[in-house]
């Protein structure tokens, strides 16, 4: 075992990212453990993180999206969230949030994902305080008590649970609340992971058809292998044209429903006049705050509208894209969507691969 | 019988009201009725139409919350929508509205509220084409085939019936849209007609506390009489004030549901602020299209919300909204919304009354 | 056009059908239409009827999984039940009852396939009395006003529309009921027609497993063709041995959703001890009344069970079957439920096929 | 404080309670607490297990619905469940049943009430372990590590709170799973405390009418008291009359929802039979395994019937008994229910006196 790590840090925004050396723990909390990254995938979100345009501490070590080989085990850690035996070299995937379990959120309502005290890897932490190593861009991750581990099956690549990421989580928190049925009509605005990912959940959901609204080509090719019944790219089409396609798609009502996974405000307001009457729209892609748009209450009310709103998402929904990997893989090849990855010091050009859309996701593999 | 009868017309969007005189019918058609009318009842809505912010038909009657007597039955009415049996002197109420049935929206999804065909008495009839009789501000009424009658119990008095109008159906059915559970904390915006019967369904659903932001204060007492937990003017009051004053009740996170039952726009964007995360939120009052806001999708993200729309009612609402008014009565006097009635020939002075918000609601007794 | 039909028609419980010759309607009503047989499903529901174990009128033509082609269409029967247009020539299908729209179930609850006034074809008419063609085992059938009819896409084959017959609508609506959803484990008792398609139906829900017990091994072979992912053959296993399997593949908890698709009570009991604590069970195979069971209620308080059942189906099941097959007729091929067809003089063999279980079900081609 | 604690213990089945003395604990874990006893409440469970009907450990000190004060607070145990501050000297009430948290019904599921290792005070402990004082009977309990607790509100008695007991958060749980709607046609079957506690609940969600059978007439008052609309005596009418009596209170079609609040098997065959077609029925009553009755599956898919059952509950629905009977304690004065307390001493009459039905239920007042 080394006695440090290298990590990738973000130091300030907009700027390259460091490659800083950290110690490893001296000693494992009960519950805690060591953790050796294999992979560390780059999320869009570690883009707009990269930009400030979330509050965060500095200086951070990004990623939150991370296979590991488990180096050390804390005391009493002796099973995984779901029951199984864990030991030292063992491949595993977790949560990237940490609920207390205490406050209102967590117990009274509950609404976890609102948890007062969240805290995420590779997001909430300061590097600079020990145990310095909670994001995922690095050669070593620590994992505190109370994180939900599970211990990954040997057929399941460790690529596919990067490709899906935080992406398949989230689409299977967001599609849980805003429901889709057998024979639905459905229209994914996106077509990045986390579109990507809810295209693929509402096809295993039973849609009747999924209509992909998105870009570029290369990521509309991936929408098509995982089984997009249309695709629209939205540098080839204009607003007017995709309603008039879905319209046409849909017997001329519009979707049953709208899966928004752009975040970009005026996707809601293109989304919503997707809907048909009594449709469903969910906001999905709104993880960051990027402003406000022109919006009539009386849409909503006229065309009977239910929207619904998703924030991260909890263990189980862990657990379930876990599952989901291991029995939809050959029809959702998540692993594409990531290319060849990149070794740790070149963590800040895989951050800029993901960034520019040049590929649909990026990682590193310290 | 009269061979004529009397109604009040509206001829011109911001015109006095006309009295003009129509042929009564000279065939009831199979499935019809002619009914005379008791007490119509003046609509927030009716206001609307006669300032034409909807597009409608002229010149038509008015009136569409209305209790009558029955005078003749057409060939094979022989019970009313729930199966009870009908005959001449008979006083009822019926739904507004009249679905084709047939329609995709009646038949396939179905969300017949959203009827391709639907019409409404007092509405969207022209009253210079026979059977002209098909508003509430008349000596008589009549009611096509197809329309959903509902024979009223003894008990139940008309006012009762007339000021509950379209107000408590239109509850009834946001209601259950948005669900309001034994428990929740509910704030209602709005305290006219459907205000007052959104705070008394949710009383009548459990809710822990209502919190009704309204006024004049003369509804606010309706309000109080009704059970509302805390009343807040909101002529008295400021937005900010308010949302203390709500996450004060509410343990600092905010409303488990909120109902909007104001129809102007900004209330959407204080009302979103009142929820909880995870919190539930009804756009009830935008019947009318009343304008944009300024509207941040991440807000619905990040806080988790739901939102719902309702257009409407159905024939069902219209039932259980009577076995309601049956059932709590004494809790909810919602005879007490309207004053003392107008004549017919004063049908233009009632609709002003309800316009100058100087009583909850205003009604006219031919 | 002939101006008499064929039929094969029940006069007697247990005894061969008959061949009679009725004469085609002078006239079609408003509404109706004459519909040319092309295939009629034999339905193990009509092997009951046979048995006499449900209280039927005799003499009967029995049938009520029917395609054909229309051959003359009552006045204002211009358009099928979804809104497409329909004219002599169409090949159609039609849901097998006619609700009559008005009473406590079609209207109040709405619980529509309790409709107290409900009549099938094929099994609710006496065919002695006039239009007399009232059931599938014909030549010719008469739709009564009312019908809900349903055109045909080219594509669909007529031999995957009577595969699937009254199975694939049942399930939809059973599971419709009871809810599949993704990740769900699913046990299948059963796997006849409506096990079957409920195998279908629970897949396309993405179930994570569904595991079929059933028999015999040709109905076992279809069911691993359709995807189950286990087949138990119930001649070769034993209620301990299926009960140990279920639970070794479930992790030892049992199943999230058991779905009864075989009509024996004693299922009931093996079905019940299969569902994991909060399981959901549905008895969708008990048509018929086939005796009572010894049952613990204790049990149901315990594992926090939920329960239900589920009767028959509405025409928006008839459009969604059809959906469904469009959709996935290449995973689930329907069509090789049924054998070679039977000449309509051979409609009792037919009978006899499917109730010896020699094939999964059969069909005759008039 | 004293140095030991006197506690009334089941030391064999059908035997008398004994007296004996325990030691305090010497110390108090951290997030443990010891409570000195207020009012222990005699639940019916009780008497099951000293008729030795559920499988428990001896000996053992019966006792899981109590209120009492704070002793002293183990380390780190300085919020209630709800988050309130707590300090020696505060009146409090806890969940019965401390959840793992990790199994697989805690997480996975989550059925949280199917805890694999569920431990109830009262119940699970054999009391010659230290620390002794795990239930109620007693003048301390010591309550372990993980218990939530909950500080009561002054304005609530003592008494409302036991006599609500566990029967006022069993039925909460229940009517959860089952539903009651406003405007629902409900019977509760059976009259002891958790009959009342679910016509309560049910008049709390809105029920159009409530229908009580049971006895015998002193519970039947406190029925009424609640605000039962029908009560029934089953011992002064027959299956038939009550069948008949139902049908006519609801058109003559049955209730939208039945609750079983028995515990013997034959009112779940009167039940079933009570409820309309479409209608849900709450196993609610069969906390112990009272025997199997004759039971007919072709029922259930007939009449479209939704069965549930429903176990214990959990902290939230203690949380949520309490603000209910904050908030209805006017309309549903729970602590009727108890007459005068015995002393500790005479715990096993109390226990006879629940047993004999002669009170709804006793309390010990150590």
Do not use: M
Not at 73 to 84: A, K, P
């Amino acid at each position: 075992v080394l006695k440090t790590s290298r990590a990738a840090v973000l130091t300030g925004y907009k700027t390259p990212l460091e490659i800083r050396e950290f110690p490893l723990p001296q000693t494992i909390e009960p519950g805690a453990a060591l953790v050796r990254v294999k992979l560390a995938g780059i999320c869009g979100t570690d883009v707009h993180l990269w930009h400030g345009q979330l509050p965060i501490p500095l200086p951070v070590i990004l990623g939150h999206e991370t296979v590991g080989v488990i180096e050390e085990l804390g005391h009493g850690l002796i099973h995984d969230w779901s029951g199984q035996p864990l030991s030292a070299g063992d491949r595993i995937n977790w949560s990237s949030s940490i609920n207390c379990g205490e406050c209102y959120y967590c117990r009274v309502r509950p609404e976890p994902t609102r948890c007062l005290k969240r805290k995420a890897y590779g997001i909430s932490y300061d590097c600079s305080v020990a145990p310095h190593l909670l994001g995922g861009y690095a050669d070593y991750i620590y994992l505190r008590p109370g994180t939900a581990i599970f211990k990954l099956p040997e057929a399941l690549p460790t690529e596919a649970v990067v490709g899906a990421g935080c992406a398949l989580v989230t689409s299977l928190h967001g599609i849980e609340r805003i429901g889709v049925r057998p024979g639905d009509n459905v229209v994914v605005q996106g077509s990045g992971p986390v579109g990507l990912a809810s295209l693929a959940v509402a096809k295993a959901c039973g849609a009747a058809q999924v209509i992909v609204l998105g870009g570029p080509p290369h990521r509309l090719e991936i929408a098509k292998r995982f089984g997009a019944d249309v695709c629209l790219d939205v540098e080839e089409s204009s607003v007017e044209e995709r309603r008039a396609e879905v319209l046409e798609l849909t017997g001329g009502f519009g979707a049953d429903v709208v899966l928004e996974c752009v975040g970009i405000p005026l996707a809601v307001t293109e989304g919503i006049e997707l809907c048909r009457d009594g449709g469903r729209y969910l906001v999905l892609g709104h993880y960051g705050n990027a402003g406000t748009i022109e919006f009539n209450p009386h849409v909503v009310t006229r065309k009977q509208l239910t929207l619904a709103g998703s924030w991260g998402f909890e263990p189980r929904h862990t657990k379930a894209a876990l599952e989901f990997l291991s029995r939809e893989r050959e029809q959702f090849p998540f692993e594409q969507l990531i290319g060849e990855p990149f070794a740790l010091d070149r963590a800040f050009e895989a951050l800029q691969a993901t960034a520019s859309w040049s590929t649909a996701k990026s990682a590193i593999a310290p």
